[in-house]
């Protein structure tokens, strides 16, 4: 297995292009303008001190990634969590949630708080399997309920 390396960059380093022009694709592919929208609010949340935003690059290029910001003044919400599509099913994801769970515990954060799209059931699955509680319920049509949230407890 090649080494992944975590990088702490901003949304606009051209490591993270593929990142964000695969999300912008996804999420407008999903939600339609709505998506594209989500990708056009401010980065400058993603940065320190309040925020960050990491890759993990194999071979030198972005294979996954993701960002958090301040929520309040306890929680940080999870965003822009990502695979590259020729890396997917590799577990990738699951690293990127822990590496941003440790470095938003470094920053002080002491709950974790994210939201989900309906129509995204591999993230709903990833968020469940790495101990997020959810804040809706699972039984229920997630196209009835609107974004998924979840949260999770860190020390």
């Known amino acids: 297995m090649t080494t992944l390396e975590v990088r702490r ?6 490591d993270a ?7 912008t694709y996804e999420y407008t592919t999903r939600y339609g303008p709505m998506g594209a929208q989500e990708m056009q609010r401010a980065a400058d949340v993603f940065e320190p001190p309040h925020g960050q935003f990491l890759l993990l690059l194999e071979a030198g290029q972005a294979v996954a990634g993701g960002a958090f910001k301040r929520f309040d003044d306890e929680t940080a919400e ?4 990502w695979t590259h599509s020729r890396h997917r099913r ?8 822990e590496e941003l769970e440790k470095e938003a515990r470094a920053f002080g ?5 994210l939201t989900t ?14 101990g997020y509680t959810p804040l809706f319920d699972v039984d229920t049509d997630p196209l009835t309920i609107g974004p998924l949230a979840f949260e999770k407890v860190i020390h």
């Not at 960059?9 to 051209?14: F, G, N």
């Not at 954060?109 to 708080?113: D, G």
């Not at 309906?118 to 469940?128: F, G, M, S, T």
């Open 90 to 97: 590799r577990g990738l994801a699951r690293r990127v949630v």
């Open 17 to 23: 292009a593929p990142l964000v022009a695969e999300l």
């Open 78 to 81: 999870l965003k822009r969590i």
């Open 9 to 14: 960059v901003r949304q606009s380093d051209p």
């Open 117 to 130: 799209g309906p129509r995204q059931p591999e993230a709903k699955a990833l968020y469940l399997a790495t």
């Open 109 to 113: 954060y002491r709950r974790l708080y």
